[in-house]
């Protein structure tokens, strides 16, 4: 069982996550990223797309040294998104 203590770490931990998620209308998809540090320390970003009709999907998750190279691959994954006509519905 988790100490009082050990429960508001995780609690700030879980603030300091980003996420953010992105639909294309006309081509019913969506595109979404979620941005967090583990218990160990290391950062993750989770990438996950498909399609809005079908829930049907992919997620995918990577690695990183630490929090700013997350918030880089997440500019550049906006960046992406808005040049395919995708509006940010979240984040």
Request: proline share 1%.
């Amino acid at each position: 069982m988790l100490s009082r203590s050990c429960g508001a770490c995780w609690k700030r931990k879980m603030a300091e996550a980003l996420q953010q998620r992105w639909i294309h209308e006309e081509k019913r998809r969506y595109y979404g990223v979620f941005l967090q540090q583990d218990l160990f320390g290391d950062w993750t970003l989770v990438r996950n797309w498909g399609s809005l009709d079908n829930g049907r999907g992919q997620l995918h998750r990577d690695t990183l040294p630490d929090r700013l190279s997350g918030l880089r691959s997440i500019a550049e994954i906006q960046r992406r998104r808005r040049a395919h006509g995708y509006q940010l519905v979240y984040g």
